[in-house]
């Protein structure tokens, strides 16, 4: 059938208000505008920013709307203007976008691109425009991707193409979670051979983080999380040391002190906890220590003593692992299929869109990495 040009009816999930399972439902996509791209999803995972958003922000806005932004799927077609991707293009939403014209794109110290949804919305995270509608109402973007449905539009500048060899069902996890956490160690803290890292949280953000560590040369990976089932998998990413906090009665930045002579030289928060983050900046060592905030929250403030970063301590953020998105990953694409990067080992489950309630349900009690669901064939 013949869809260039034409609202295409197909399946998603609906996230119609906070707190509630998503729905299941007939929704109509739009064709592409002007510099605008139409997929169709071949496969999605689940992140925990969906779960932030749909049960743990709870300030109500952002909804209706369709959840979802680590994904892959191929180009059904394009909108006016578009001239790099043809329809058949195998190809990854990205949530940041690159329009290499900005002043942060132009920048090469960041990936803050402003021409998307965070030029405007950071806190609501979808933009205003929207092509995906449901029972005559409009259904936002989240992160203005959409992914949780069969096809989804995206703008040009929000899309990478990958190689045409790439399985979609592995590589759409460089969407979001192991880019971030990857780059986040590679990039943002600038690991350097021989140091001593920790990681809080080992979802697979945090795992992605080890990951990193390692390949930057770090000589010990000390993984922190408060679920021990988590240990076993992030030895297979390199950790070389591993504390429970619910195993101690003290801070656990007085037990990383402790192990390491006075503190890490790196850590990242991968949990979106401000305490933790706390706790991470607290255990790097005085003088040189440097601190990554990857886990995401815009529920709370967080709070720490001046005196920690007067004495030499550096915190930082890291938003997609500091990757300039469109340029970063079909290299990291290029990275898996020269089986230099791992992928497969964070995929405990595999699903189909219809079981998406039970894919959050699972990511939402720690009892999976990351759940790939199979939306249509590729
Ligand atoms: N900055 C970005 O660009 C970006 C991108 C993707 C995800 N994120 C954020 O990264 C975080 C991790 O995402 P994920 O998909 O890996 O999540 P996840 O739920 O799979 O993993 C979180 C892990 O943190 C652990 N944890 C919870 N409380 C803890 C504590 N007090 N101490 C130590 N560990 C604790 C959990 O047991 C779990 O293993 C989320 O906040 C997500 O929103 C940020
Ligand atoms: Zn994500
Ligand atoms: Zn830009």
Not at 344 to 373: P, S
Request: proline fraction near 4%; aromatic fraction near 6%; hydrophobic fraction near 40%.
């Amino acid at each position: 059938m013949d869809t260039v040009g034409k609202v295409i009816k197909c399946r998603a999930a609906v996230a119609w208000e906070p707190n509630k399972p998503l729905v299941m439902e007939e929704i109509e996509v739009a064709p592409p505008e002007a510099n605008e791209i139409r997929i169709k999803i071949v496969a999605t995972a689940v992140c925990h920013t969906d779960l932030f958003f749909l049960h743990e922000r709870n300030k109500g806005d952002g909804f209706p709307a369709v959840l979802g932004h680590e994904a892959a799927g191929t180009v059904e077609s394009v909108g006016p203007g578009v001239t790099r991707f043809k329809p058949g293009d195998k190809v990854i939403p990205l949530f940041v976008s690159q329009c290499r014209e900005c002043r942060f794109c132009l920048n090469p110290s960041t990936n803050q691109c402003d021409k998307n949804w965070p030029g405007k919305r950071y806190d609501v995270s979808s933009d205003t425009t929207s092509r995906l509608k449901c029972k005559g109402k409009t259904l936002l973007q989240f992160l203005g991707t959409s992914t949780f449905s069969e096809y989804t539009v995206v703008k040009e500048i929000a899309v990478a193409k990958i190689h045409d060899s790439s399985p979609l069902d592995k590589v759409c996890l460089l969407g979001c979670g192991i880019a971030t956490g990857y780059g986040a160690a590679v990039n943002t803290a600038k690991v350097q051979p021989g140091s001593t890292c920790a990681v809080f949280g080992l979802g697979a953000v945090g795992l992605a983080a080890v990951m990193g560590c390692k390949a930057a040369g770090a000589s010990r990976i000390i993984a922190v999380d408060i679920n021990k089932d988590k240990f076993q998998k992030a030895e297979v990413f390199g950790a070389t040391e591993f504390v429970n906090p619910k195993d101690h009665d003290k801070p656990i930045s007085q037990v990383l002190a402790e192990m390491t002579n006075g503190g890490v030289d790196f850590s990242l928060e991968c949990v979106g906890n401000v305490g933790v983050m706390r706790s991470a900046l607290e255990s790097c060592v005085k003088g040189w220590g440097v601190s990554v905030l990857v886990g995401w929250t815009d529920v709370e403030d967080f709070s720490a003593s001046p005196i920690q970063l007067i004495a030499g301590r550096t915190w930082k953020g890291s938003l997609f692992g500091g990757f300039k998105s469109n340029d970063g990953v079909p290299k990291l694409v290029n990275d898996y299929l020269d089986k230099k990067l791992k992928l497969d080992e964070f995929i405990t489950h595999t699903m189909t869109l219809d079981q998406i309630n039970d894919a959050i349900e699972l990511l939402k009690t720690g009892k999976c990495i990351r759940t790939v669901l199979n939306v249509s064939a590729p």
